[in-house]
């Protein structure tokens, strides 16, 4: 299984920019895509995830309004549209792949997640 994740970059802030995972290597039916992040001397968070088969949508508070997850069945890919950039949001980015969990609270966990991609960089300066 591989996780290829691309689009990020250096930004302003309020600017937008969109991330893509691309999944290959197994079928996804059933799993949860998500979408982490780390910054410089922190540990990786959660950002939102996306149920591969319903659709379903998930984001922490601090992003919720501004970033949209979506997924494209056909394609199979994972995109973050991200607009209203802060310089908080500045982090690694990481799109993650795992079995659907049973409890919905847990999504947001990273050990839910058994596929990670290698991470792109997005940095919104002030």
């Known amino acids: 299984v591989q996780l290829q994740a691309s689009g990020g970059g250096l930004v302003q802030a309020g600017d937008s920019l969109r991330l893509s995972c691309a999944a290959s290597?197994?079928?996804?039916?059933?799993?949860?895509m998500g979408w982490f992040r780390q910054a410089p001397g922190k540990e990786r968070a959660f950002v939102t995830a996306?149920?591969?088969?319903?659709?379903?949508?998930y984001y922490t508070d601090s992003v919720k309004g501004r970033f949209t997850i979506s997924r494209d069945i056909a394609k199979n890919t994972v995109d973050l549209q991200m607009n209203s950039l802060k310089p908080e949001d500045t982090a690694v980015y990481y799109c993650?792949?795992?079995?659907?969990?049973?409890?919905?609270?847990?999504?947001?966990?990273?050990?839910?997640?058994?596929?990670w991609g290698q991470g792109t960089q997005v940095t919104v300066s002030s």
């Open positions: 993650a792949a795992g079995p659907f969990p049973v409890d919905v609270a847990t999504i947001s966990h990273s050990r839910q997640y058994t596929y």
């Open positions: 290597g197994r079928t996804f039916a059933g799993y949860a």
């Open positions: 996306i149920g591969w088969n319903g659709g379903s949508t």
